[in-house]
């Protein structure tokens, strides 16, 4: 089974991509929903987050603050570096149970990694597919979604890979700056498609 980690800076658009990758048929795995579901009320490790990053992210029905943990770790690197240390070997974990867990007859799987250029998750996919766009482009998306100001979206930007190092490390390419739309990226996701499955049998 060929594995595609899909990646890019925030606000690039790795959701929408792989949504339609979804549509065609390609099993999607997103680590993003593996964090969320490794720090939901119950988990273990919650219990370590608001041991080191403080009681003050508990809500009052016991689950995390994840917007104040996050402006939080993106303003320091060290948390960050923190924050990835405790969650980063349950998602990797999560990510392989899940890969194992496919039909055999799985032509390629598309791992959706936000981090993988920073974390150094290269060895864990054949292949490495960018959702790629201009840091403009980027901070926009990210104030529109968020509600947060310029200075805080550059800082999110900011705290990532640059994107000349995401794109050295890329062996696929999707531009997805203001100009794109829908329809043109399903064009480029059809054709990603039919190469994998054929780089795949």
């Not at 041991?51 to 603050?65: I, N, V």
């Not at 303003?75 to 055999?104: F, K, N, Q, S, V």
Request: aromatic residues 4%; hydrophobic residues 45%; contains cysteine.
């Amino acid at each position: 089974m060929l594995r595609v980690g899909l990646t890019g800076g925030i606000g690039s658009g790795k959701s929408t991509v792989a949504r339609i990758f979804a549509q065609m048929g390609a099993p999607v795995i997103d680590t993003d929903e593996l964090a969320r579901a490794i720090l939901d009320p119950g988990q273990p490790l919650l219990a370590d987050i608001f041991r080191f990053f403080g009681e003050d992210l508990r809500r009052e029905d016991g689950s995390l603050d994840r917007a104040a943990l996050r402006a939080r770790v993106f303003r320091d690197p060290a948390l960050r570096a923190r924050l990835e240390a405790i969650t980063h070997p349950a998602i990797g974990l999560a990510m392989a149970e899940r890969i194992a867990g496919l039909p055999g007859d799985t032509a390629y799987v598309l791992l959706v990694i936000p981090l993988l250029v920073e974390v150094g998750w290269g060895d864990r996919v054949d292949r490495i597919l960018l959702i790629d766009c201009p840091e403009p482009v980027q901070v926009e998306r990210i104030m529109a979604r968020d509600g947060i100001d310029e200075e805080a979206a550059w800082t999110m930007v900011r705290a990532q890979a640059s994107r000349s190092r995401r794109l050295q490390a890329a062996d696929d390419v999707i531009e997805n700056g203001a100009a794109s739309n829908n329809a043109s990226l399903t064009d480029k996701v059809l054709a990603l498609d039919r190469r994998y499955r054929t780089v795949a049998a």
